[in-house]
């Protein structure tokens, strides 16, 4: 018997120039006669996080079980409604201050997000330092991170380096939700230039001068691995061929705009909270990061990321959806309408966003389906109700399509459930069990 089809190494990339592209998931990838399995094609686990709570009663849905009507903050997800579960009821009570704590609830909400450990901060008389726990995407980290090339990928839209805006003794709490153990955060990357040269750098060289020498030149990464890309294509089938054009255009895109944002930063005065090459449209960045992101899972160079829609406390405005007001003190509304529709319309335009981040996932080929297909994401933030700050009843949806996790769904939890809860269940679904994890007392049913 004779085989014909060829069988590449999944860690495959096309050089050129001191440049490396790593491949997305191809059918030459999968052994002969092998059959593409859901254990062959890895999961994707995302945390996507917004800061600053939700209005609630734009955000909860009235009604339980399947087929719940979206309300206002959900309705940019209608498309993906047959793959969301909707979880109230979740609390993170290890975000809750302790008498004589200098830190307030905000930094506590982020830090205490994906770790559901107490963040310390020292007290008045001193007594305590820094510490929070690792946090949920770190341990899947440790696991996947034995098969790619990066661990884990934290990204954020506002600079993790503004000091100023923090509650209290804790800044490092306000800039991440990802910590490696309980004295060492993940700094997010809100540089899209800095993550595209962290995905697709040439690890082997230290060498700076071909690096910059394609910056200077405005030239694509795909012009210095093309002779590389084309000998492969040869040798590859029709749906290879088009996965690999299909990552390749997204891939120049995604260089094109940065490099526009590059050229306008160039053209605009210094910004401190800015730094060089960050679009100016929030929009804009916000696509492109993740984009980057996609592309991170495509090629499979990491399957753990973590993405920050905004510090807490943010004070960003969003003039382009008619919010020009700070966000923060919208938040703290006390009843007045104005603020609750100003902060509620900022909500629904985070969602939109994510809404984009699930297009271009399930718009992306992998395996024997989408990446879509093969992720488990969380979208939610660290605070309940917007005006109470309080991490009690958690705005929390889960995407995944993988049958343990019924969409369609809004399902409602008795109080004081632990989110630390969730997080072990969702290590049951990747097959990482673990007994415990923070707070937890159980794990969470997701079948009920």
């Not at 979740?90 to 975000?95: K, Q, Y």
């Not at 003794?169 to 800039?175: G, H, K, L, Q």
């Not at 718009?363 to 109470?388: C, E, I, K, Q, R």
Request: aromatic share 8%; net charge negative; hydrophobic share 35%.
């Amino acid at each position: 018997m004779m085989i014909f089809k060829k069988h590449i190494s999944r860690r495959a990339v096309l050089r050129g120039m001191g440049a490396s592209m790593a491949l997305p998931m191809l059918d030459a990838m999968v052994p002969a006669f092998a059959e593409i399995s859901p254990g062959m094609t890895p999961t994707r686990v995302g945390f996507v996080y917004f800061p600053n709570g939700a209005i609630p009663k734009k955000w909860k849905p009235q009604t339980l079980g399947e087929d719940f009507e979206l309300t206002q903050i959900l309705k940019p997800l209608a498309p993906f409604k047959e793959s969301m579960t909707v979880i109230s009821g979740l609390d993170n009570w290890r975000a809750k201050g302790v008498k004589g704590e200098a830190g307030g609830e905000h930094p506590r909400a982020s830090a205490a997000f994906l770790t559901c450990v107490h963040p310390y901060v020292r007290t008045a008389e001193g007594l305590e330092n820094r510490k929070v726990g690792i946090s949920v995407d770190q341990i899947l980290a440790r696991h996947y991170g034995k098969e790619t090339q990066l661990a884990s990928l934290e990204l954020g839209l506002e600079s993790d380096a503004v000091v100023g805006s923090c509650d209290g003794d804790s800044c490092s709490y306000n800039s991440t939700i990802s910590w490696r153990d309980e004295t060492t955060p993940m700094p997010i990357q809100n540089q899209p230039r800095a993550v595209f040269e962290r995905l697709f750098g040439d690890s082997d060289s230290t060498s700076q001068s071909d690096r910059l020498a394609r910056l200077q030149e405005r030239k694509s990464l795909l012009d210095f691995v093309g002779d590389a890309a084309t000998g492969i294509m040869k040798e590859l089938g029709a749906s290879d061929r088009q996965k690999i054009e299909q990552y390749m255009d997204a891939t120049r895109d995604v260089e094109r705009r940065i490099q526009m944002a590059e050229a306008q930063s160039m053209r605009e005065l210094p910004d401190i909270d800015k730094p060089a090459g960050i679009p100016q449209s929030f929009d804009d960045h916000a696509k492109l990061m993740f984009d980057l992101m996609v592309l991170a899972y495509q090629t499979d160079l990491t399957r753990v990321g973590t993405y920050m829609m905004g510090r807490e406390m943010s004070t960003m405005a969003y003039p382009e959806i008619g919010v020009p007001d700070p966000y923060h003190p919208l938040t703290h509304h006390q009843g007045d309408v104005e603020k609750i529709e100003k902060a509620g319309m900022i909500n629904v335009y985070h969602t939109s966003l994510f809404n984009y981040f699930l297009e271009r996932l399930q718009d992306t080929p992998d395996g024997d389906g989408s990446l879509l297909d093969h992720s488990l994401l969380t979208y939610g933030g660290g605070l309940g109700d917007a005006n109470m700050h309080e991490p009690l009843d958690l705005p929390i949806v889960l995407i995944s399509r993988d049958s343990r996790i019924p969409g369609n769904r809004h399902i409602q939890f008795p109080k004081k459930t632990p989110l630390a809860n969730l997080y072990l269940r969702m290590m049951d679904v990747l097959n990482i069990p673990n007994d415990t994890f923070g707070d937890s007392n159980g794990h969470l049913d997701l079948l009920g």
